[in-house]
């Protein structure tokens, strides 16, 4: 089956630096893409979303990039703290019935200071 | 609100045993998910429910049931235990209205252990 999977299994940045985290996903019917954080011991927690019929989404402190064309996603996260250290997951929903969500393996992003 | 929630936190099993993990939304939402994650892996989805009394499986449902009395409510049974179902359990809900694609919000998990 289809699937999404991301290039980099973990990240070292320092702190204060951009953040680039990539996806590649599969599946060329995916409407939407979303980016999820999980702490050590915690549940995924939402941090930006992007639909298929955009390129570019803004949150703070955070940019999703959507190239279709090549079927990559990735997350920029800028001036990056020790707070976000943590798995970072991309998720996509390629549509049928009941909203599902494929993930990735997830990348693990650590901020030395 | 309270969001997700889930119960027990933490639980051990002997291979065979029974139990059921708990998950309760306070947010209304009309759709709930069960995934589990394995150590290093993404989630996979088990079971997922579109409302109270339609239940459907997911990618790896095999070894557990699921039922949906309530909007509230989603609990996942697993009838007989095994090492295989070591894991972290995640309940997760979303309100969709059959439109637009909407986020899939978390609870805090459930640690599995099996032996």
């Known amino acids: 089956g289809e699937s999404v999977g991301l290039h980099l299994p973990t990240l070292s940045v320092q702190e204060g630096d951009n953040s680039i985290i990539n996806c590649a996903y599969s599946?060329?019917?995916?409407?939407?893409f979303i980016w999820y954080k999980q702490e050590s011991g915690k549940g995924p927690q939402f941090i930006i979303d992007?639909?298929?019929?955009?390129d570019k989404r803004q949150g703070q402190r955070v940019t999703v990039l959507l190239n279709k064309t090549v079927k990559h996603l990735s997350l920029q996260i800028a001036a990056t703290q020790p707070g976000d250290s943590a798995v970072y997951f991309c998720?996509?929903?390629f549509g049928g019935g009941g909203n599902k969500l494929t993930f990735g393996t997830g990348t693990q992003l650590k901020v030395e200071l | 609100n309270a969001g997700v929630t889930q119960t027990p936190k933490f639980r051990i099993l002997k291979i065979g045993q029974s139990m059921t993990l708990q998950c309760t939304q306070d947010?209304?939402?009309?759709?709930m998910y069960w995934y589990r994650q394995d150590p290093g892996m993404g989630l996979k989805l088990i079971y997922y429910?579109?409302?109270?009394?339609?239940?459907d499986k997911g990618e790896v449902p095999n070894g557990y049931n699921v039922s949906r009395s309530t909007t509230e409510d989603f609990p996942l049974r697993l009838e007989l235990a095994a090492p295989s179902q070591t894991s972290v359990y995640f309940c997760?809900?979303?309100?969709?209205?059959?439109?637009?694609?909407?986020?899939?919000?978390f609870g805090p998990g459930t640690r599995l252990t099996v032996l």
């Open positions: 998720a996509e929903n």
């Open positions: 947010m209304n939402h009309n759709y």
């Open positions: 429910s579109v409302g109270a009394g339609i239940t």
């Open positions: 599946n060329s019917a995916s409407d939407y």
């Open positions: 992007i639909r298929s019929n955009m």
């Open positions: 997760a809900s979303t309100a969709y209205s059959g439109g637009a694609t909407d986020t899939q919000y």
